[in-house]
Nanobody, 124 residues
Framework: QVQLVESGGGFMQAGGSLRLSCAASGGTSNRNAMAWFRQAPGKEREFVAAISYRSTSTVYGDSVKGRFTISRDNTMNTVYLQMNSLKPEDQAVYYC?????????????????WGQGTQVTVSS
């Protein structure tokens, strides 16, 4: 069973940057594609970015393309989300997710494992 723990959330002014981390433990393997999702109050969970195990495939949501970068360090079992040029509409709880396959997907229904989430607050 894979456990995921996010960190790095916090408060930032618009235009600033934050980097989120997701540490994985327990049962990780080279089959694990990983992703970030976010959810704002009253809204559905939204796809942010996903990455395959060897980083050969990355996918981004339209609202974050060109501003966010997903990466991973498999030696550290950690996935990162670098968020630049933050906007107030980026404010949400950000969740790390993993799946028992190397195929990346944009739907949360395709991911088996979830972290507890980390809050990102962006002021205008």
């Amino acid at each position: 069973q894979v456990q995921l723990v996010e960190s790095g959330g916090g408060f930032m002014q618009a235009g600033g940057s934050l980097r989120l981390s997701c540490a994985a433990s327990g049962g990780t393997s080279n089959r694990n594609a990983m992703a970030w999702f976010r959810q704002a109050p009253g809204k559905e969970r939204e796809f942010v970015a996903a990455i395959s195990y060897r980083s050969t495939s990355t996918v981004y949501g339209d609202s974050v393309k060109g501003r966010f970068t997903i990466s991973r360090d498999n030696t550290m079992n950690t996935v990162y989300l670098q968020m630049n040029s933050l906007k107030p509409e980026d404010q949400a709880v950000y969740y790390c997710a993993g799946r028992d396959s190397n195929q990346v997907y944009t739907s949360p229904h395709n991911y088996n494992y979830w972290g507890q989430g980390t809050q990102v607050t962006v002021s205008s």
